[in-house]
């Protein structure tokens, strides 16, 4: 099966700095690669994805790259703010087939 | 929308007792995901259903855990019996397509 790691598993930053987390994952299968951000109590929610077919995507202050070659994802978050603070969670999967998340890295934006 | 609705939100039980997590998905949404998180073991999809009917169960730990999705608007995990090794927060989430999922605010279970 899928093996995906994440890192670093913590992260402290400067509030305004950037932040940049990578996942590496092992099945060339893998053709959809979500993010998830998940706060102290609540479920993981969807901020950006990316599919095998595209190397970079951007949404305001968060992007994702994709390296299919190098079997690596990574989450960009830029001008970073304190309500950007929780754990991000990297993911992996083929079509119609298993979840397979990384072990997630707790991210803190400090004021 | 309410968004994906999960209760009860917390739940504790003692060993051998019988457990039942409930969802009710967001309308429209023809995919629903069951998920389990733990800190050593972090988040696992344990089943999966489209309109209703159970796809992918590989994820399921052991015959003690089931779950059903009798209609498009309810889902549910049953253990039974439960251990204290199935203390975790469980995630209910759905979807319009197998992407883009949308979780629940979960179950925290603690099993004595």
């Known amino acids: 099966g899928e093996n995906v790691e994440q890192h670093p598993s913590t992260l402290s930053v400067q509030e305004g700095d950037s932040a940049v987390i990578k996942c590496t994952y092992s099945?060339?299968?893998?053709?959809?690669f979500p993010w998830y951000k998940q706060e102290l109590g609540k479920g993981p929610q969807l901020i950006i994805d990316?599919?095998?077919?595209?190397g970079e995507k951007k949404d305001q202050r968060i992007a994702v790259t994709l390296n299919k070659t190098a079997k690596h994802f990574s989450l960009h978050i830029t001008e970073t703010q304190p309500e950007d603070s929780a754990v991000y969670f990297c993911a992996a999967s083929s079509t119609g087939n298993q979840f397979y998340f990384g072990t997630g890295t707790s991210l803190t934006v400090i004021p | 929308d309410a968004g994906v609705i999960q209760s009860p939100r917390h739940e504790v039980t003692e060993m051998g007792q019988e457990v039942t997590l409930r969802c009710k998905p967001i309308s429209g949404h023809d995919y629903l995901f069951w998920y389990r998180q733990t800190m050593m073991r972090g988040l696992e999809l344990l089943i999966y259903?489209?309109?209703?009917?159970?796809?992918?169960d590989s994820g399921m730990p052991e015959d003690r855990f089931s779950a059903k999705m009798p209609n498009a608007s309810f889902s549910t995990l049953k253990i039974q019996p439960s251990e204290p090794r199935d203390s975790a927060v469980y995630f209910c989430?759905?979807?319009?397509?197998?992407?883009?999922?949308?979780f629940g605010p979960g179950t925290r279970l603690t099993v004595t």
């Open positions: 259903f489209n309109n209703n009917v159970p796809i992918d």
């Open positions: 099945d060339s299968a893998s053709n959809y």
């Open positions: 989430a759905t979807s319009r397509v197998f992407y883009e999922q949308y």
């Open positions: 990316i599919r095998s077919n595209v």
